[in-house]
C-alpha cells in the first residue's frame, strides 16, 4: 500500500513538473516527434488496397479459399487454366496504403506425386516507407512441398500491381 501511494505522488510531481516546464522546452520536444513522420508514399492504384495479377499455367482450375484475415477484398472464385485473374484486390491500411494480404488458391483436381491436393498462395507485404515484398509459394496441406508445380512474382514495386505466375515443370 505504501509502495502504491509512493508510486502515485511521483506520478502527480512529474506531471507538475512537465506543466511547468518553459515553452521552449516544450516546442522542441513537439518538433522532434514531427519530424520523424514518414515520408509520402507513392501507391498508386495500390492506395485502397493491393492489386494482384495472377496467371494460372497449369491445368487444373485454381479455385479461391477464403481464409480469416488474409484481408482480401475481392478475388475471383476461380481461376481457368491459362487465363490470368486482373481483379484481386486488397484492403486498405488503417494507417494509409495498402494492408499486408495473402490470397489462397487451390489448384483442383491437382495432386503431386503423392496424390495431395495443391496449393497456391500470393503473399505481398509494404512498410511505411513504401518498401514492399512479394513471395509466392505452392504447398500441400501441412505446408509440405510438393513436386512439380511452381510460382515466380514478378517486381514489387509501391505503384504498380503485383504479378504473379503459377505453373508446373515439364514431366
Known amino acids: 500500500m505504501i509502495k502504491r501511494v509512493a508510486l502515485a505522488v511521483i ?40 492489386h494482384v495479377h495472377l496467371t494460372n499455367d497449369t491445368r487444373f482450375v485454381a479455385q479461391n479459399i477464403s481464409v480469416p484475415f488474409d484481408n482480401v477484398f475481392h478475388a475471383p472464385a476461380q481461376i481457368q487454366p491459362g487465363a490470368t485473374a486482373r481483379d484481386i484486390r486488397g484492403v486498405k491500411s488503417a494507417f494509409g496504403g495498402p494492408a499486408n494480404m495473402h490470397v489462397t488458391y487451390k489448384l483442383s483436381g491437382s495432386q503431386d506425386s503423392s496424390g495431395i491436393p495443391v496449393e497456391v498462395i500470393v503473399y505481398v507485404r509494404s512498410d511505411a516507407f513504401g518498401g514492399v515484398s512479394a513471395t509466392c509459394k505452392v504447398q500441400r496441406p501441412l505446408k509440405l512441398q510438393p513436386k512439380g508445380y511452381h510460382c515466380s512474382v514478378g517486381p514489387a514495386v509501391s505503384n504498380k500491381p503485383i504479378t504473379a505466375r503459377v505453373y508446373t515443370s515439364a514431366p
Not at 518538433?31 to 515520408?39: D, F, G, I, L, Q
Open 11 to 50: 506520478s502527480v510531481a512529474a506531471g507538475a513538473l512537465a506543466l511547468a516546464a518553459p515553452a521552449s522546452f516544450a516546442a522542441a520536444a513537439q518538433a522532434s516527434t514531427t519530424s520523424s513522420a514518414a515520408p509520402a508514399v507513392d501507391w498508386g492504384p495500390n492506395h485502397d488496397g493491393w
